[in-house]
C-alpha cells in the first residue's frame, strides 16, 4: 500500500511541476520538497518499526551503539556488559 501511494504521489509531482508557471515555480519548489521529506520520514518510520518489530520477536540481539571514543566505553555499553539476559522464558521484573 506505501509503495502505491509512494507511486501515485511521486506521478502526481511530475505532474504537477510541469505545469508551474514562472510566478508559482517558488510555490512549486517548497511542495517537492515537502514531499521528499515526508517521502524521506516514512521511509525512516518503515525501518524503524522492522528493526522494533525484531527485537521485540527476539529474532535479533539489541543493538549497543559504539563507543565515541576507543577509551572507556559509554554508560550504555557498561549497564549491556553488567545487566544479565533473562531467559525468553522468563517474566520481565
Do not use: F, H, W
Not at 7 to 32: D, E, K, P, R
Not at 56 to 83: C, F, H
Amino acid at each position: 500500500m506505501i509503495k502505491l501511494l509512494v507511486g501515485v504521489s511521486i506521478v502526481l509531482a511530475l505532474l504537477g511541476a510541469s505545469m508551474l508557471s514562472q510566478a508559482t515555480m517558488g510555490a512549486g519548489i517548497i511542495a517537492l520538497a515537502c514531499l521528499v521529506g515526508i517521502l524521506a520520514r516514512m521511509m525512516q518510520s518503515s525501518e524503524q518499526q522492522y528493526e522494533l518489530l525484531q527485537a521485540i520477536r527476539g529474532d535479533r540481539p539489541t543493538v549497543v551503539p559504539p563507543a565515541k571514543s576507543a577509551g572507556e566505553p559509554n554508560r550504555l555499553q557498561q549497564v549491556a556488559r553488567t545487566t544479565p539476559m533473562p531467559p525468553p522464558d522468563a517474566p520481565s521484573r
